[in-house]
Nanobody, 115 residues
């Protein structure tokens, strides 16, 4: 599976962004998928998970209520709607399976929250 993240950018605190993760390959629809992020000088951390059918999701406490993970298996695409963004959300955001597969990491998309 090849994963390509997009949708990042510069946004002011309190703003919103929607990230996309486009997947190639036929197994996307049977994978539990997740979003992860890596802030400068910090280790990569898990953000959210969505099960293959999209019926179950889970979030890190730091983003719960503010972020929404979703997927469209017909389009082989996963999304992360990020609302009420904070400077602490600044990071490179990646998508991968859950658990992660080292071969799936893409380039990520940069999200910067700053006034």
């Amino acid at each position: 599976v090849q994963l390509v993240e997009s949708g990042g950018g510069l946004v002011q605190p309190g703003g919103s962004l929607r990230l996309s993760c486009a997947a190639s390959g036929s197994i996307f629809s049977i994978l539990a998928m997740g979003w992860y992020r890596q802030a400068p000088g910090k280790q990569r951390q898990w953000v959210a998970t969505i099960m293959p059918t999209g019926g179950s999701t889970n979030y890190a406490d730091s983003v719960k209520v503010r972020f929404i993970i979703s997927r469209d298996n017909a389009k082989n695409t996963m999304y992360l709607q990020m609302n009420t963004l904070k400077p602490g959300d600044t990071a490179v955001y990646y998508c991968n399976s859950v658990p992660t597969d080292e071969g799936y990491w893409g380039q990520g998309t940069q999200v910067t929250v700053s006034s």
